[in-house]
Structure formats: C-alpha cells, structure tokens
C-alpha cells in the first residue's frame, strides 16, 4: 500500500520541478568581443523591435530593451516608455553611454526562448514569465536617496 503513495509524491515531485524550470526567466550578458557589432546591428534595424526604455528623474536612462516585432515573443514593460524613432533610441542609447560602462545582454524567457536584448550598466531585472510567449519586465526603480 505505500507504494502508489510513494510514486504518486514522486510524480508530483517532479511535476512540480518541471512547471517550475518552465517558466524561469534571466539575462545573460553577450561577450564582450561583440557587444558593439550586436549594439550597431539593434540601431540599425530598430524598426524590427519594440523598443522600450527606463527613465529615472532628471531625464537619466536606466536601461533600453529590445523586443523583436516579428517573433510570438511578447515583453510587456511595466512603468517602461515605448520608444518611437531611431533619434530616441540613439539619443538614450548616447545618454546611458556617458558616465556608465553598459553592456548587451540577451534576455530569456520559459524554455529558454530568446525574448529579446537589454543595454543597460547591469542586469537587475525583475522578470516574471506569464506564459510560454509572455514576459513581464518591471520597472527598475531609482536607489533611495540617502537621509539627511
């Protein structure tokens, strides 16, 4: 009699690994030999991205993300501005270059599906996946201003 109770919590056991590993979601930064031919390539055809960035007051870029339009893999950015021409996207992408050391990394969805690119200094990104085509990114908030 312990022996389909044994199996049944093994099954479940791993059910529930599996639905877990299903849905995990990261960032992993490109090599740093081909960042700028993989940043020039996301400029030049930024027509072919949803493009989105996160701006904190005073007009300081955070970090740029780019979605490709024609994949069924949809970011939905949270609190993030849609960016609508190549001037903004390379005015913001001038911007976060000065003062700042950022990078390209790929972001990852469930199955480890590419989602799109973000540029940004690091990768603090709070991700949840929604679905198989569906991520959320949130928005990334500015540190606490130190008390006086």
Request: proline share 6%; with cysteine; glycine share 4%.
């Amino acid at each position: 009699m312990r022996r389909p109770i044994g199996t049944l919590f093994f099954v479940l056991a791993a059910f529930l690994v599996l639905s877990a590993c299903a849905g995990v979601t990261r960032v992993r930064q490109i090599p740093r030999d081909i960042q700028e031919n993989v940043l020039h390539e996301l400029l030049e055809q930024w027509e072919d991205y949803r493009i989105f960035a996160t701006l904190w007051r005073g007009g300081q870029v955070r970090a740029i993300i780019f979605n490709p339009r024609d994949e069924d893999k949809r970011i939905l950015a949270d609190r993030w501005v849609q960016v609508q021409s190549k001037e903004e996207v390379l005015r913001l992408v001038l911007h976060i270059k000065s003062g700042q050391s950022p990078r390209v990394f790929k972001i990852f969805g469930p199955q480890d599906t590419l989602f799109g690119y973000l540029y940004a200094p690091n990768a603090d990104l709070q991700i949840q996946a929604l679905n198989d085509q569906t991520i959320k990114v949130y928005e990334i908030k500015p540190p606490n201003a130190p008390a006086a």
